[in-house]
T-cell receptor, first 114, second 117 residues
């Protein structure tokens, strides 16, 4: 069965520093997609970045990059040059191509310090 | 506003009452999802539709829960005989699935918060 694990309930980072949020996953499907979402205190889930299981290069979107290590089944989110507005919950999610069902991890709460 | 919209945003009800939530997805999206999120947890999958067909329903969904998407556009999630354990945020999301889709990411609404007294 699919599973997403986020082992860091909370993280602190100094403004302008980089931070890595961990995500490991488990699936028996060779084809899958990995996603990261941000959920600010307002509650709306915001899509950040996507990595396909067959993508050769790590995904990047502005200050967000995904450190994809397929053999280790990890898909860590790296946020560079942290900003106060990055303070939020961050969720890792996976979609198996066959089912189009998305499952989410328990999230990491990031606090950026001024 | 062409995003996913949910109504009502907040619902307070007494135990045993029925409640219904509505979700209007992004108009061209063919897939629609319902998730439940409790405080400090990630969204839990409840069910999803492709067009009007309900393709999968989580074991989390008891017989008191029912979802419909009658014309492949908006969807409703009904909870009958509510219990205090049903208190949560109910999130709706939509996506566009198909060969031309690159990522198929979910677009979420702002959620409907249910409080059962």
């Amino acid at each position: 069965a699919q599973k997403i694990t986020q082992t860091q309930p909370g993280m602190f980072v100094q403004e302008k520093e980089a931070v890595t949020l961990d995500c490991t996953y488990d699936t028996s499907d060779p084809s899958y997609g990995l996603f990261w979402y941000k959920q600010p205190s307002s509650g709306e889930m915001i899509f950040l970045i996507y990595q396909g299981s067959y993508d050769q290069q790590n995904a990047t979107e502005g200050r967000y990059s995904l450190n994809f290590q397929k053999a280790r089944k990890s898909a860590n989110l790296v946020i560079s040059a942290s900003q106060l507005g990055d303070s939020a919950m961050y969720f890792c999610a996976m979609r198996e191509v066959g089912t189009y069902k998305y499952i989410f991890g328990t999230g990491t709460r990031l606090k950026v310090l001024a | 506003d062409t995003g996913v919209s949910q109504d009502p945003r907040h619902k307070i009800t007494k135990r045993g009452q029925n409640v219904t939530f509505r979700c209007d997805p992004i108009s061209e999206h063919n897939r629609l999802y319902w998730y439940r999120q409790t405080l400090g947890q990630g969204p839990e999958f409840l069910t999803y539709f492709q067009n009007e067909a309900q393709l999968e329903k989580s074991r989390l969904l008891s017989d008191r829960f029912s979802a419909e998407r009658p014309k492949g556009s908006f969807s409703t999630l009904e909870i009958q005989r509510t219990e205090q354990g049903d208190s949560a945020m109910y999130l709706c999301a939509s996506s566009l699935a198909g060969r031309l889709t690159n990522t198929g990411e979910l677009f979420f609404g702002e959620g409907s918060r249910l409080t059962v007294l």
